[in-house]
């Protein structure tokens, strides 16, 4: 019994300790809020209650923006296509660098392509094309080869050029010194070109009449036509008009390229008294020679030759050709490609008159030819030279 009692006794106990390690743990003490002060007038409750906004209205739905495309990629800037090259073939009936009539042009060119640049203008050329079906065949050749202008720079090369361009309709020709354009034939992508060197050389004769002191001077030319006769003839009258007493010795080689022959001549005018000369074609540097030999005044025509006998060169008549060319270059690129004539003159700056500075020209006879130049240009002097 007694071992009973102790039994639930201690049941008892363990149950309370049970009981009391399962029960919460007891909750600290709340803190008190800090009181709020009342305000000292109580708020009026409002009139009448608020009114509650009236629902807002959903917005309708928007629409999503069309896609933007997307830019096309930039394409990096390219420089404009070049524009095309102005390619040009010549004909020379002597030397690039003769010195004469020859230079004249292969200079004109020069000039040209400085200008325009190598990009935009180029020429190829054929020298000492003396040989005329030579010359045509080189023509035909260029010709067959795109070449936009063809020029053949010789009086001598009219008959091919009209024979060679109805073959080339769209091709540009261009010959001289020569008036022709053989539009009367039907043809009409020839050009021609000439120079009133009459002018330049009426200008030599008055210095050359001013400067002897024999009172003989004399030219030496090719053939009795074209430019040649012209410089001659205006050589003869520049001379009288200045002293008419002055005897002008003429002589035509027969010759463009004879320099030995020319040299001759060059000779036989001095043993007969001349001191004073002057001449045209590509063989007067054989005369040129002979009147440096002798101490003789020089005038050069076509192209500058001072350099070669700088002491004895008076002035030159120098071809300037660009003027011409560059109308060519131009109504060719309109697609003109013949039928005009141009004349290279004092007035237009085809022809000019330059002075060797290395010479002592006296300054009246400078004075005088200025003059002389300027009244060719205002027309108040006429050299009387009548173009055959």
């Given at each position: 019994m007694n071992a009973r009692r102790l039994v639930v006794v201690l049941a008892l106990i363990a149950l309370i300790a049970i009981i009391a390690a399962c029960a919460p743990a007891p909750t600290p003490a709340r803190t008190a809020a800090p009181p709020t002060v009342a305000p000292a007038h109580p708020t009026a409750a409002p009139a009448k209650p608020t009114t509650a906004p009236a629902p807002t209205t959903a917005a309708a739905p928007t629409t999503a923006p069309a896609p933007t495309t997307a830019p096309a990629?930039?394409?990096?800037?390219?420089?404009?296509?070049?524009?095309?090259?102005?390619?040009?073939?010549?004909?020379?009936?002597?030397?690039?660098?003769?010195?004469?009539?020859?230079?004249?042009?292969?200079?004109?060119?020069?000039?040209?392509?400085?200008?325009?640049?190598?990009?935009?203008?180029?020429?190829?050329?054929?020298?000492?094309?003396?040989n005329v079906p030579d010359a045509a065949a080189a023509i035909r050749d260029y010709a067959s080869k795109g070449y936009n202008l063809v020029i053949a720079h010789g009086s001598q090369y009219g008959a091919s050029l009209a024979d060679i361009a109805p073959d080339f309709p769209k091709t540009a020709f261009a010959w001289g010194t020569a008036v022709d354009t053989y539009e009367s034939k039907g043809i009409h992508n020839i050009f021609s070109y000439t120079v009133a060197s009459d002018q330049g050389g009426y200008v030599e004769g008055v210095?050359?009449?001013?400067?002897?002191?024999?009172?003989?001077?004399g030219f030496i030319g090719p053939i009795p036509a074209g430019d040649g006769q012209l410089t001659t003839d205006g050589f003869s009258a520049g001379a009288k008009a200045t002293n008419p007493n002055i005897q002008v010795r003429v002589t035509y080689t027969q010759s463009f390229s004879?320099?030995?022959?020319?040299?001759?001549?060059?000779?036989?005018?001095?043993?007969?008294?001349?001191?004073?000369?002057?001449?045209?074609?590509?063989?007067?540097?054989?005369?040129?020679?002979?009147?440096?030999?002798?101490?003789?005044?020089?005038?050069?025509?076509?192209?500058?030759?001072?350099?070669?006998?700088?002491?004895?060169?008076?002035?030159?008549?120098?071809?300037?050709?660009?003027?011409?060319?560059?109308?060519?270059?131009?109504?060719?690129?309109k697609g003109t490609l013949g039928g005009k004539v141009y004349t290279m003159t004092l007035q237009n700056g085809g022809l000019k008159m330059v002075y060797n500075p290395a010479f002592a020209l006296p300054a009246d006879v400078k004075a005088l030819a200025d003059k002389t130049v300027a009244g060719l240009i205002d027309g108040s002097i006429k050299t009387g030279v009548i173009a055959k």
């Open positions: 990629p930039t394409t990096a800037p390219t420089a404009a296509p070049a524009a095309a090259v102005f390619k040009v073939a010549v004909i020379l009936p002597s030397a690039a660098n003769d010195l004469s009539f020859s230079q004249s042009m292969f200079d004109a060119l020069t000039k040209v392509q400085n200008t325009m640049g190598k990009d935009k203008f180029q020429f190829v050329y054929s020298e000492n094309m003396f210095m050359a009449a001013k400067l002897s002191k024999t009172g003989v001077v004879d320099v030995a022959l020319a040299s001759q001549t060059a000779q036989t005018m001095i043993s007969s008294g001349a001191d004073v000369l002057s001449g045209t074609s590509q063989s007067v540097v054989g005369a040129l020679s002979m009147a440096k030999d002798k101490n003789v005044l020089w005038f050069g025509n076509d192209a500058d030759e001072t350099s070669l006998a700088p002491k004895i060169v008076v002035a030159n008549q120098i071809y300037d050709w660009t003027i011409a060319l560059n109308d060519m270059i131009s109504n060719v690129n």
